[in-house]
């Protein structure tokens, strides 16, 4: 029902955009968000954004990225600002709706230093 794409290679201090195309309406989701998973550690929460338009974003990514949403699109976008080698992991798009989580494929950022 996720399907990401805009990973790349990128040196440090560029941008990309991340984005996330939902198979159905962006309402139907309570929430929409970004994680990312490092070679060696664990999945950890990048941002996400609620069905009231309300953002989180994890300490180390505040100022830098910026979550967002076109709803005629369906779809949910990362913009990755000031890249930092320590940014380069998979990205996964999530979704939760009640109690159910859903998951997209990851899609690689490798930040060249």
């Known amino acids: 029902q996720l399907q990401a794409s805009g990973g790349g290679l990128v040196q440090t201090g560029g941008s990309l955009r991340l984005s996330c195309v939902v198979s159905?309406?962006?309402?139907?989701?309570?929430?929409m968000g970004w994680y990312r998973q490092a070679p060696g550690s664990q999945r950890e929460l990048v941002a996400y954004?609620?069905?009231?338009?309300?953002?989180v974003y994890a300490t180390s990514v505040r100022g830098r990225f910026i979550i967002s949403r076109d709803f005629p699109k369906r779809t949910v976008y990362l913009q990755m600002n000031s890249l930092k080698p320590e940014d380069t992991a998979v990205y996964y798009c999530?979704?939760?709706?009640?109690?159910?989580?859903?998951w997209g494929q990851g899609t690689l950022v490798t930040v060249s230093s």
């Open positions: 999530h979704a939760r709706r009640s109690s159910s989580d859903y």
């Open positions: 159905g309406s962006l309402t139907s989701f309570d929430v």
């Open positions: 954004i609620t069905s009231g338009g309300n953002t």
